[in-house]
C-alpha cells in the first residue's frame, strides 16, 4: 500500500508562488509515476502536471505550462510542485496521485486520472486577485 500526504498549499495573492509536497511512504518501490490533479469549485478533477521517478520525464497541463515545475527527490520519495505566476484561476483543492504496474506507451498518457491507483487527500491552494 502506499500513502500519499501532500502539503504546502495556502492563500497567496495573484502572481506569487507555493510549493506543494508529496511525501510517499508504503510499498513505494511499486510506484513509477507521480502526478498532480487540482479540482476547483463545481468543476471536474483535472490533470495538472506528471513525472517519472526513473529519468524524471514530465508533462504539463497546457494551462500550467512555464508558470508550474514538478520535481522529485527519489532519496526522500517526494514530488514537489513549484507554482509561480499564480492567478486566481489556479485556485483549488490539489491531490497528488502514485501510479504502479506496468509503464504507459507515452508520457501523455500519464493526464488521465484512472491510470492512477494511489491519491493523496488534497491540499487547498487559495490564489486571491
Known amino acids: 500500500q502506499v500513502q500519499l500526504v501532500e502539503s504546502g498549499g495556502g492563500l497567496v495573492q495573484a502572481g506569487g508562488s507555493l510549493r506543494l509536497s508529496c511525501a510517499s511512504s508504503?510499498?513505494?518501490?511499486?510506484?513509477?509515476?507521480m502526478g498532480w490533479f487540482r479540482q476547483a469549485p463545481g468543476k471536474e478533477r483535472e490533470f495538472v502536471a506528471s513525472?517519472?521517478?526513473?529519468?524524471?520525464?514530465?508533462y504539463y497541463a497546457d494551462a500550467v505550462k512555464d508558470r508550474f515545475a514538478i520535481s522529485r527527490d527519489n532519496a526522500k520519495v517526494t514530488v514537489y510542485l513549484q507554482m509561480n505566476s499564480l492567478k486566481p484561476e489556479d485556485t483549488a483543492v490539489y491531490y497528488c496521485?502514485?501510479?504502479?504496474?506496468?509503464?504507459?506507451?507515452?508520457?501523455?498518457?500519464?493526464?488521465?486520472?484512472?491510470?492512477?491507483?494511489?491519491w493523496g487527500q488534497g491540499t487547498q491552494v487559495t490564489v486571491s486577485s
Open positions: 496521485a502514485a501510479r504502479s504496474g506496468t509503464y504507459l506507451r507515452g508520457t501523455s498518457d500519464y493526464t488521465r486520472e484512472y491510470v492512477y491507483n494511489y
Open positions: 513525472i517519472l521517478w526513473s529519468g524524471g520525464s514530465t
Open positions: 508504503g510499498r513505494t518501490f511499486s510506484s513509477h509515476a
